[in-house]
């Protein structure tokens, strides 16, 4: 995913290392029988993707990771994503 400028590193998390930990995630709830749909980040990670994809979210469409529904969460720490 090409993300301009600093955009693709958010303090030591860069995006890369969000979709690796993202897929850790995947495989565990698969193994437990759940199928998330929605991929929770922290606010920042959010909005270095959504600039990455911005034609997407120009279109009204949800922007998609990994096959979830990529969410913006205050909650989430910037180094842990969260699946529901």
Same mark, same amino acid.
């Given at each position: 995913?090409?993300?301009?400028?600093?955009?693709?590193?958010?303090?030591?998390?860069? =995006?890369?290392?969000l979709l690796d930990r993202a897929r850790e995630l995947m495989v565990q709830a698969w193994d437990r029988g759940h199928h998330p749909e929605?991929?929770? =980040?922290?606010?920042?990670?959010?909005?270095? =993707? %959504?600039? #990455?994809?911005?034609?997407e979210a #120009?279109?009204?469409?949800?922007?998609?990771?990994?096959? %979830? =529904?990529l969410v913006a969460s205050d909650e989430t720490p910037v180094e842990e994503p969260d699946l529901r």
């Open positions: 995913m090409r993300v301009p400028g600093n955009a693709a590193a958010v303090g030591n998390v860069s =995006v890369a290392t929605y991929l929770l =980040v922290h606010p920042t990670l959010y909005h270095a =993707v %959504m600039t #990455a994809r911005r034609s #120009a279109r009204g469409r949800p922007v998609r990771l990994l096959g %979830m =529904v």
